[in-house]
């Protein structure tokens, strides 16, 4: 005969109502992740393509590929913490380019961005030859 082993009350089986609380406890406690989840995500106001071109784009470059800054690219950023990169944004990383944004994002908006960023798809294609860089010198050093 297969004897049953309880987690609860020392080896004895549980009793009904123990077996509701626990069932309760752990709807109310799914319950309230969703919410906290819900708290974070998506209340975001912010137009990241905007603020990218403006605040971010000389940096980390037109196509997120990066330069002084870091890459951007969603194959880069899938393999980071999400946690990690939103305190960066708001923080700033020292010793480095990155200057702390969070006069200008709040937590919501920084984790918005990292969404932003890991779902974003290149759609400009850059070329650059040797005539057109020559070209931008000589206009340059004519002004």
């Known amino acids: 005969m297969v004897k049953q082993l309880w987690l609860f009350s020392g080896g004895e089986k549980p009793k009904k109502e123990t077996n509701m609380k626990i069932g309760k406890f752990l709807s109310m406690t799914a319950a309230a992740a969703m919410v906290v989840t819900t708290a974070y ?65 709040s937590k919501d908006d920084a984790y918005g961005m990292i969404d932003w960023l890991m779902n974003w798809k290149n759609t400009m294609e850059l070329k650059l030859s040797l005539d057109d860089i020559k070209k931008k010198l000589e206009k340059t050093c004519r002004s």
């Open 41 to 105: 995500a998506g209340t975001s106001k912010m137009d990241f393509a905007k603020v990218y071109e403006k605040e971010c784009q000389g940096c980390h470059g037109p196509i997120h590929q990066g330069g002084v800054g870091s890459d951007l690219r969603p194959k880069v950023l899938k393999k980071k913490n999400t946690d990690m990169m939103a305190e960066t944004i708001l923080n700033g990383r020292p010793g480095t380019a990155m200057p702390s944004w969070k006069h200008m994002f």
